[in-house]
């Protein structure tokens, strides 16, 4: 666990057999599902029921929570992966969320640092994530603490993000 003074903030590694941890990160994923950024619409009831048990069963889930003053203001979930061109593990942050009521205060700078030391820890060769391109602020905060945008091979080549949805 840390915290900052000058924000109240206090970042911990979520117990999700915990009922006060599953709550707030179902609370705080759907503010982040209610986001603009994110659609603007609610997270939906199975999403809400699915989630907690979800998580914990996953053999390679990271979650922190973000406090200030006993109220969850943000969250991340992330998960372990393995680069086979380094021999090494890496960490994706799947999810990194701050409440707008706070944000520019710092808390996603100290969930990020966070996931850097748990990264560290782990002997990870790098953390990934995936943002929007019309997220300036989220860019601006990622290139800030070092993330920069994937380019592929001596041509700097970008790198595209797929998926199929099953």
């Not at 209610?34 to 979800?54: A, F, T």
């Not at 380094?86 to 706070?102: E, G, M, Q, Y």
């Amino acid at each position: 666990m840390t915290a900052d003074r000058a924000t109240n903030v206090t970042i911990t590694d979520a117990d999700l057999s915990r009922a006060e941890h599953q709550q707030a990160l179902v609370t705080m994923l759907d503010a982040f599902m209610r986001d603009p950024m994110e659609g603007g619409q609610p997270l939906s009831e199975q999403s809400k029921r699915d989630l907690v048990p979800g998580l914990r069963a996953h053999p390679a889930c990271y979650v922190l929570i973000a406090w200030r003053d006993g109220s969850p203001v943000g969250f991340s979930i992330c998960f372990l992966g393995f680069s086979t061109f380094n021999a090494r593990p890496l960490i994706n942050i799947h999810d990194i969320f701050v409440d707008s009521a706070v944000r520019g205060v710092g808390i996603g700078r100290m969930l990020l640092e966070r996931i850097e030391a748990k990264a560290h820890e782990l002997n990870c060769c790098r953390i990934t994530l995936e943002v929007r391109e019309d997220n300036r602020v989220a860019r601006g905060l990622y290139r800030k603490v070092g993330f920069e945008e994937v380019v592929d091979g001596a041509e700097r080549v970008p790198v595209e993000f797929w998926h199929k949805r099953l």
